[in-house]
Nanobody, 125 residues
Framework: QVQLVESGGGLVRPGGSLRLSCAAL????????IGWFRQAPGKEREGVSC????????YLLRSVEGRFAMSRDPVTNTVSLQMNSLKPEDTAVYFC??????????????????WGEGTLVTVSS
């Protein structure tokens, strides 16, 4: 069965860290672009970080530069999002999503082939 399975969300204090993971099951990430997206209450979904495995192109949302980093483990076919110096405005449901690289249009979250169910990140004191 083809799916993306996220893990690692939770409650953290401002300034803390969390690491999200996304396991790709049933397909090989070598042929996909994959990214992390988030949606906060009352706000539109936004792309946080994406990697196009075809050419290595990376994208990182400006507001998380210097704090978040996305990485990939080809052995386990997973991607991770290391989030440091978290702020209350980072509170959101975080999703990973993938699309075949030939259909990748940038880290916009449109026309994605697969979506995970999402994991809640709450940054609060």
């Amino acid at each position: 069965q083809v799916q993306l399975v996220e893990s690692g969300g939770g409650l953290v204090r401002p300034g803390g860290s969390l690491r999200l993971s996304c396991a790709a099951l049933g397909f090989n990430l070598d042929y996909y672009a994959i990214g992390w997206f988030r949606q906060a209450p009352g706000k539109e979904r936004e792309g946080v970080s994406c990697i196009n495995m075809n050419d290595g192109t990376k994208y990182l949302l400006r507001s998380v530069e210097g704090r978040f980093a996305m990485s990939r483990d080809p052995v386990t076919n997973t991607v991770s999002l290391q989030m440091n110096s978290l702020k209350p405005e980072d509170t959101a449901v975080y999703f990973c999503a993938a699309v075949h690289w030939s259909n990748y249009e940038g880290c916009l979250g449109r026309v994605m082939d697969y979506w995970g169910e999402g994991t809640l990140v709450t940054v609060s004191s």
